[in-house]
């Protein structure tokens, strides 16, 4: 129950019910139903619209491997965070960087940040 279960979680996580997915998708609320209890199976066309819309894999959502929900989502870091949250292992070509090197980046970052808002 793979793809029943992980439609089931998506949905959920997106707080919708199941008469909201199935119009995004546009299909009943009946066929959503089925989905999620694995008593009838999506089309490819319904298969693709719930992988884009979830943003995940196809491979995810059919259990065909083992990468977890969170690796699928867009590669979105906020820099800022980032860089406080590894300072301690911050390298620059494998070498490690001085306290007032990283401190030059978050400078560096920070002041390419504001000019591009300046301009807003």
């Known amino acids: 129950m793979i793809l029943g279960f992980h439609i089931r979680e998506l ?3 997106k707080n919708l019910n199941q008469e909201q997915l199935g119009k995004i998708l546009n299909v009943s609320k009946a066929s959503i139903s089925g989905y999620e ?9 319904s298969l693709i619209k719930l992988a884009k819309y979830f943003n995940v894999t196809l491979d995810y959502l059919l259990g065909t491997n083992q990468t977890p929900k969170w690796s699928n989502k867009p590669d979105t870091i906020d820099l800022k965070d980032f860089l406080e949250a590894n300072e301690c292992s911050i390298t620059y070509g494998g070498e490690n960087l001085t306290e007032e090197e990283k401190q030059q980046v978050r400078v560096a970052m920070a002041t390419i940040f504001w000019k591009r808002h300046a301009h807003d």
């Open 11 to 13: 949905r959920k996580s």
């Open 37 to 45: 209890n694995e008593t009838r199976e999506p089309d490819k066309e």
